[in-house]
């Protein structure tokens, strides 16, 4: 392991299982989280429920534990603490702090978190990317990394990572960049990388 690759945090047996189980289907991982202690990983494409599957499988290979975000509700018994087990952060809308206010805080009272979220926010097509997760890093000061999954190539995995400057529509000409060539399971529900009109 090299020092800019986070220490792992799953036995190295249940990388290698998957790992051989993806390459059975001929999927390939590329690239390596980096080695920081906070930051927010987007997800994209996202047009299947498949996809939740692939990016479990890349959570094993590269040895990670990684978290979500989820209602409030779903925190509380009989589940509450096997979401919690599983990484899950509760986020209760009723309040007068909003998600992006949450994850915030959320980041700040713990010394290591990696939230993993998929800014189309639904598998169908959407004309615009929700922009939370960019307000969340860019609240909590933490980087954004790019993950990715290519159905056509069998190919998911880590690219670039990048802290967030405050100007949006700079930032997302770098996730655009790179996420260009990348296809998911439906291509026709893949919309364009943009920000909500003001209008």
């Known amino acids: 392991m090299t020092t800019d ?13 998957v790992t051989f189980l ?18 927010v990983i987007i997800g994209a494409p996202h047009t299947s ?24 509700t779903l925190f509380k018994p009989p589940l509450g603490g096997l979401m919690r087990w599983a990484g899950g952060i509760p986020v209760n809308r009723r309040t007068t702090k909003n998600a992006v206010e949450q994850v915030v805080d959320a980041f700040t009272a713990r010394d290591k ?13 959407t004309t615009y990317w929700r922009t939370g997760f960019y307000y969340m890093a860019l609240g909590a000061k933490v980087p954004i990394v790019l993950a990715f999954v290519d159905y056509p190539n069998r190919t ?5 990572h990048f802290m967030p400057t405050g100007d949006i529509e700079k930032d997302f000409e770098i ?7 990348k ?17």
């Open 175 to 181: 996730v655009r960049a790179f996420y260009a060539d």
């Open 5 to 17: 690759q986070r220490p792992p945090e799953i036995p190295l047996i249940y990388s290698r299982i």
């Open 156 to 160: 998911c995995g880590i690219g670039p």
């Open 113 to 125: 978190l990696a939230l993993v979220i998929a800014p189309e926010g639904t598998r169908s097509r």
């Open 22 to 39: 993806l390459s059975l289907f001929g999927w390939r991982v590329t690239g390596q989280l980096p080695n920081l202690s906070k930051m």
């Open 49 to 72: 429920n498949w996809d939740f599957i692939v990016y479990f499988c890349l959570m094993v290979i590269l040895r990670a534990r990684l978290n979500f975000i989820g209602k409030h």
């Open 183 to 199: 296809t998911g399971r439906h291509p026709e529900k893949k919309g364009p990388i943009e920000l909500q009109s003001k209008n």
